[in-house]
């Protein structure tokens, strides 16, 4: 499996720290509210350990908000929270009740949209260290089981994948909830987003 | 299926061409790399008021002010440099053109909208950016409706709870037996 030195880690949260801080700020700007996002955790499972990691941290039904990109790298994107963690953050947003997401094709949206911003924000920064242009997919957002967003991602694919996945750590009006942006790239593409990242590490230093 | 010729790919794009135009409930158009527009669908020109002739070769934002004052252009101008697609929900955004209303029972100003900008991409190179907008006023309406209907079953709920809990006396209040109007 696909080990992330202690220094790889601290250099990728440090970026997706400043991704997570652009997205914060268009967020803050859009709904008048301030909006922190946090990156307090990483780390990297094969696809096929994704489902047992994200298990004991998102309960029930997911909304998961998808993006597939490509260009010199390939990949899909995905934002994830649990469904009530979903509603809450578009209740705080836009100050309006949210009612269950199955009915709500307005709290859908606003997820979608917030799903949107965050994986741009990350794979604009990882393109721009990667000194690659990616091109994005139109988001999408379904609701279902975890194992229903994991099993989409093994159809059709070949080659051994792994997930980085980045916890995202909202806080807005003094409520904070947990999602999960969830990067899924081939073994060769992630050892070359390592490799740049550690070229981009030792330029800062 | 077989593969389709020559002509028969050209009769499908003119087709898919006329159905974006003139059958698609939403509205599209398009823009080159300068932001002058480059198509503009039937729906754009019955909700603007502006038809295909008077604004083909426009720059989108001298037409649109608004896009500029509400940093709207962003959207375009990463959709032009990093191939960002971006999504603009309602929820957040209201609108993205102000058009007018077409369900004015809903009292908003202008028409409400969810929106999705992206790149034009020929090959790898980026030569414009598409813009489609879909009317969910439809949608609001319903929404609306079902938020009425969660709220009267919330408070007959209550309602319901209040009177099945004996108060001091054991008497139940009079008014309390009422079920609030449906």
């Known amino acids: 499996m696909k080990q992330l030195t202690v220094g790889q880690t601290d250099a990728l949260v440090e970026l997706l720290n400043i991704a997570f801080g652009r997205a914060a700020a268009s967020l803050s700007k859009l709904t008048g509210h301030r909006v922190q996002?946090?990156?307090?955790?990483?780390?990297?499972?094969?696809?096929?350990?994704?489902?047992?990691?994200?298990?004991?941290?998102?309960?029930?039904?997911?909304?998961?908000?998808?993006?597939?990109?490509?260009g010199s790298v390939v990949g899909d994107a995905f934002m994830l929270l649990d469904g009530q963690s979903a509603a809450i953050l578009k209740?705080?947003?836009?100050?309006?009740?949210?009612?269950?997401?199955?009915?709500?094709?307005?709290?859908?949206?606003?997820?979608?949209?917030?799903?949107?911003?965050?994986?741009?924000?990350?794979?604009?920064?990882?393109?721009?260290?990667?000194?690659?242009?990616?091109?994005?997919?139109?988001?999408?957002?379904?609701?279902?089981?975890?194992?229903?967003?994991?099993?989409?991602?093994?159809?059709?694919?070949?080659?051994?994948?792994?997930?980085?996945?980045?916890?995202?750590a909202f806080r807005l009006r003094g409520s904070s909830l947990t999602g999960y942006v969830v990067i899924v790239l081939s073994v060769a593409s992630i050892d070359r987003l390592v490799r740049a990242v550690d070229q981009w590490a030792s330029e800062q230093t | 299926m077989a593969p389709l010729v020559r002509s028969d790919s050209t009769r499908l794009?003119?087709?898919?061409?006329?159905?974006?135009?003139?059958?698609?409930?939403?509205?599209?158009?398009?823009?080159?790399?300068?932001?002058?527009?480059?198509?503009?669908?039937?729906?754009?020109?019955?909700?603007?008021?502006?038809?295909?002739?008077?604004?083909?070769?426009?720059?989108?934002?001298?037409?649109?002010?608004?896009?500029?004052?509400?940093?709207?252009?962003?959207?375009?101008?990463t959709a032009l440099r990093d191939g960002r697609v971006s999504t603009?929900?309602?929820g957040l955004h209201g609108y993205l053109l102000a058009l007018p209303p077409t369900h004015p029972d809903l009292g908003l100003a202008h028409m409400p909208q969810s929106s999705h900008i992206g790149p034009l991409m020929d090959g790898e190179a980026i030569i414009g950016t598409v813009t489609t907008i879909e009317?969910?006023?439809?949608?609001?309406?319903?929404?609306?409706?079902l938020r009425r209907q969660i709220e009267a079953h919330r408070v007959a709920r209550a309602t319901a709870e209040t009177v099945r809990k004996p108060t001091l006396g054991g008497a139940v209040p009079p008014g309390r037996m009422m079920l609030p109007p449906r």
């Open chain 2, 88 to 90: 603009l929900s309602h």
């Open chain 2, 13 to 77: 794009q003119t087709a898919v061409s006329r159905w974006l135009s003139e059958l698609t409930r939403a509205g599209v158009f398009a823009t080159d790399a300068d932001l002058k527009v480059v198509a503009w669908n039937q729906w754009m020109e019955i909700h603007t008021q502006r038809p295909a002739a008077e604004i083909i070769g426009r720059p989108l934002l001298d037409e649109f002010p608004e896009l500029v004052s509400r940093e709207v252009d962003r959207r375009y101008r």
């Open chain 1, 91 to 168: 209740e705080l947003l836009t100050n309006e009740p949210a009612m269950p997401l199955e009915i709500d094709a307005s709290a859908r949206e606003v997820v979608t949209e917030v799903g949107n911003i965050l994986l741009n924000a990350c794979l604009g920064t990882f393109g721009n260290v990667l000194k690659v242009q990616v091109s994005f997919s139109v988001p999408h957002l379904t609701l279902e089981s975890l194992e229903g967003v994991v099993g989409s991602l093994a159809v059709g694919q070949e080659g051994l994948r792994h997930a980085l996945i980045v916890h995202a």
């Open chain 1, 37 to 70: 996002l946090e990156v307090p955790q990483i780390t990297m499972c094969p696809i096929d350990e994704l489902s047992v990691y994200l298990r004991p941290m998102i309960q029930g039904e997911v909304a998961s908000v998808h993006q597939i990109f490509s």
């Open chain 2, 135 to 145: 009317n969910v006023s439809e949608r609001l309406t319903s929404e609306t409706e």
